[in-house]
């Protein structure tokens, strides 16, 4: 059953909109693949993952963007999503993302995603980071400002 159908949503999967490719990105997504700049973080759905610092490293995706955001996620709701994969705050207000924009869900990137969806340009702008594709923790130009912010080595 699609994932969107067993999370209760009711909503239009079709491939064509944002929610459609999310939702079919989280279908296809079960592990995280390895980080290619050096990095090694457990992958989220593990419960030795700080999910801070996975949401450092790999941004999230939004419905209503094709591009990664960062976020930070209060310790319940951080849980949720290591859980789930995705998080869907109705009902609990919207999640503050570091551009200013407001979502009402966001999910982990699938590994297609987390390598080649461009980086929100506000959100790298407000951390610090390079503006361009790939979640931080795939792109060796974003490799010093994400050792800094997760204050890890290599």
Do not use: K
């Not at 999310?22 to 079960?30: I, M, Q």
């Not at 610092?53 to 939004?62: F, G, N, S």
């Not at 503050?96 to 407001?102: D, F, I, K, S, W």
């Not at 503006?131 to 010093?144: F, K, M, V, Y």
């Amino acid at each position: 059953m699609p994932l969107g159908e067993r999370a209760g949503l009711g909503l239009s999967t079709s491939t064509r909109s944002g929610l459609g490719a999310l939702l079919g990105a989280l279908e296809r997504s079960t592990t995280a693949p390895a980080p290619r700049v050096g990095i090694t973080l457990p992958a989220p759905a593990t419960v030795e993952a700080d999910p801070a610092q996975v949401i450092e490293a790999d941004w999230l995706l939004e419905p209503t963007s094709r591009v990664l955001h960062f976020a930070t996620l209060d310790p319940g709701d951080a849980a949720e999503l290591v859980r789930n994969r995705w998080l869907d705050t109705a009902g609990l207000g919207p999640v503050l993302l570091a551009c200013g924009r407001q979502a009402h869900a966001v999910a982990w990137p699938d590994p297609v995603s987390v390598r080649q969806v461009p980086r929100c340009n506000g959100c790298a702008d407000t951390l610090g980071y390079p503006r361009g594709s790939g979640a931080p923790i795939e792109d060796e130009a974003c490799l010093q400002r994400l050792t800094e912010r997760l204050g890890v080595g290599r």
